[in-house]
């Protein structure tokens, strides 16, 4: 079977060899700077260099010259509404952190400002978000009750904001944002609607009107904790809370129904705390059971710097903290900013988004703000309101400033039931059944992946929940690596293509010959998997062809076309397939090499072994030479399998 009278029309060749160092930085600049950021700097001034460098970390700079005052009447009217929205969720969730309330004022004033400086999304309101308040709640009230020891809990609060923000920031400056990368969709669906599930659960306490509440997030927990205080339930307080949950639930139905009436939406939050405060004030109902606000403190951020506890016994918590609900803001932010970004058709920068999200949470946590993100709900109504820059974050904190300076009185009488049903209003909508129905259909296991973070969430906790939903998402990835797929290539009828014999059944095997497509780069976790696949590829084949008495099979064509890198346990697996492939007295021809692995393959001696005139360049080209030496030499197969040993 030898080749040596077969012409090969293009023979594969063997790349030069690079410089170690220079291979080294090549790689890692494809795999820190994709987007080589450094381009605008090439043959550019050092004062231009400065002021690429400056417009590049504050963007800011380089989109401020270009302002109108048409764009700053959209951002004005925006940065209103989203201020009506962000005055009661801040309240709201600073409630849900069991922090003061006034902490959420706080935190949609400074961090908007930061970043509306540092910010690459034009649509994205920043504020505080209901599952970072969860996380704060369900993880540091594990340590330290925030009832009893409220000083040192909002310290480990500010604290873990800190660490937050330092991660976060570090990721963008190293290049790591593949890291968010492992929370797939299917992770965040399933974790999003678990945290809305329980932080639903945990505001029956303000519904219900109840003094005393689990610190705990599962289930079992929250259920037991309602329903063995059956004798504290206050009717006036569940009434009042339905009621104002049905307004919301009633003003987001219209607002969906029809797009123009998105301000009623966007303004219900704020109505409902001037309704509940008046009615509560003009009815005296706290005297009835239904509990308040109280007293809110004027003035704007104090520093709070000192109140950074790096010394305290419960560091390594505050740490664990920061670094869970960085991860978690960086992937819930980035989403919601790439996904208004599509539609307005601009990119955002997702390495500059989490420097910048990273530096106006440390800068909150140096001001008497806890962690900030980009909530969907509120840069949806900034969307909807027709933002056109990040200055609507500037008006929206302008508002804020002038409700710290002046009207923090007026929400003495604010009910804490208002707050709970505009929390339960705005969860309602992260449990997106409609995305895990489209999982079902679309993918399984991304199901399994999404109801396992779900479900450990609901039925565990927020931190069991990400571990269990990451730990699947990596056994896929791991499944992957280890079993890549191979599957047999046929020749579809009248050309030189040649498919998958499954998807395509028009495709025909040829005679004598099998090919192979190996669909992953070869590795040490899946050598000893494709070695042993391979080989029963070879016995299934030699099995059928036997039964059917057709022609025998004599050639061995592996497609390596998707073979994109190869390491010493993969060529350590050739080896073996050639000793293999040798054994049953038939040929192995390798089709479509990659630069990389030719290279690593040459250099080991494999080529030298297996010959370099059994490589070819493509698949249709091997199936020639097979056919070409099928054809000519079938005469005496015990004289051309010699002189096919020759050749080599």
């Not at 004022?105 to 505080?128: E, H, I, N, Q, W």
């Not at 208004?340 to 420097?355: L, Q, R, S």
């Not at 008495?549 to 397939?577: A, C, H, K, N, W």
Request: aromatic fraction near 10%; proline fraction near 4%; hydrophobic fraction near 45%.
């Amino acid at each position: 079977m030898g080749n040596a009278d077969y012409e090969c029309p293009h023979r594969v060749s063997i790349p030069p060899s690079k410089p170690f160092f220079k291979s080294l930085k090549s790689g890692l600049k494809e795999t820190l700077f994709p987007d080589d950021p450094f381009r605008q700097f090439k043959n550019q001034s050092a004062s231009r260099k400065l002021l690429l460098g400056l417009q590049y970390f504050v963007p800011i700079l380089e989109w401020a010259p270009r302002y109108t005052f048409d764009f700053f009447k959209s951002d004005l009217l925006a940065g209103i509404t989203i201020a009506s929205l962000a005055v009661p969720q801040g309240i709201s969730y600073a409630n849900l952190a069991n922090l003061p309330p006034i902490l959420g004022l706080y935190s949609s004033f400074v961090p908007p400002l930061v970043y509306a400086m540092m910010g690459s999304s034009k649509d994205l309101a920043v504020g505080t978000v209901a599952v970072g308040s969860l996380l704060i709640s369900s993880m540091l009230g594990k340590e330290v009750n925030p009832n009893e020891n409220p000083k040192l809990y909002v310290q480990l609060a500010l604290t873990a904001t800190f660490f937050a923000g330092v991660f976060q920031a570090s990721l963008g400056f190293l290049r790591l944002g593949f890291v968010v990368d492992f929370l797939s969709h299917a992770t965040i669906v399933g974790f999003m609607g678990g945290a809305a599930t329980v932080v639903c659960l945990q505001q029956l306490k303000g519904i219900l009107g109840l003094v005393r509440f689990t610190h705990a997030t599962d289930l079992q927990s929250v259920m037991r904790s309602v329903f063995s205080q059956t004798n504290q339930w206050r009717w006036e307080s569940g009434v009042l809370g339905c009621c104002f949950l049905l307004f919301l639930l009633l003003t987001r139905y219209f607002s969906k129904k029809k797009a123009t009436f998105f301000w009623i939406n966007a303004m219900a939050p704020l109505t409902s705390v001037i309704l509940g405060s008046v009615l509560v004030y003009f009815t005296d109902a706290e005297r009835h059971g239904v509990q308040v606000i109280g007293q809110l403190k004027k003035g704007l951020n104090p520093p709070s710097l000192s109140e950074l506890d790096f010394g305290s016994p419960y560091l390594m918590t505050a740490v664990k903290t920061g670094v869970i609900i960085g991860v978690i803001a960086l992937a819930e932010g980035i989403a919601v900013g790439r996904s208004f970004a599509m539609f307005k058709n601009y990119h955002i920068d997702g390495n500059k988004e989490m420097v910048a999200f990273g530096m106006m949470n440390i800068a909150g946590s140096c001001t008497s703000c806890y962690l900030t993100a980009g909530p969907f709900s509120r840069s949806a109504v900034n969307f909807n309101a027709g933002c056109k820059t990040a200055v609507s974050n500037i008006v929206m904190a302008t508002a804020v400033m002038i409700t710290l300076l002046f009207l923090t009185p007026l929400f003495h009488y604010t009910p804490l039931v208002v707050l709970s049903s505009i929390i339960i209003a705005a969860m309602l909508g992260l449990i997106d059944y409609e995305a895990v129905i489209h999982l079902w259909k679309l993918d399984k296991f991304d199901f399994i992946v999404c109801m396992g973070a779900y479900v450990g969430v609901v039925f565990g906790s927020v931190e069991i929940g990400l571990v269990i939903a990451v730990t699947i998402s990596l056994l896929r990835v791991l499944l992957s690596v280890a079993r890549p797929r191979t599957f047999v290539l046929g020749n579809i009828p009248n050309s030189v293509t040649y498919r998958s014999i499954d998807q395509y059944p028009v495709a025909k095997s040829v005679p004598g010959v099998l090919i192979l497509h190996i669909d992953a780069p070869i590795y040490f976790a899946n050598a000893s998997y494709l070695r042993e696949r391979i080989s029963r590829w070879i016995y299934e084949e030699e099995e059928k062809l036997k039964i059917s008495g057709e022609t025998g099979l004599q050639y061995v064509i592996l497609d390596m076309s998707s073979v994109g890198s190869i390491d010493t346990s993969g060529i350590s697996m050739f080896e073996e397939i050639k000793k293999v492939v040798d054994r049953r007295g038939l040929k192995l021809l390798l089709a479509n090499p990659r630069s990389e692995v030719i290279k690593k393959l040459n250099n080991s001696k494999f080529i030298e072994n297996i010959g370099q005139e059994w490589i070819y360049l493509t698949v249709a080209e091997a199936v020639a030479a097979c056919n070409f030496m099928l054809h000519t030499c079938k005469s005496n197969p015990e004289v051309e399998y010699n002189s096919q040993d020759d050749n080599v």
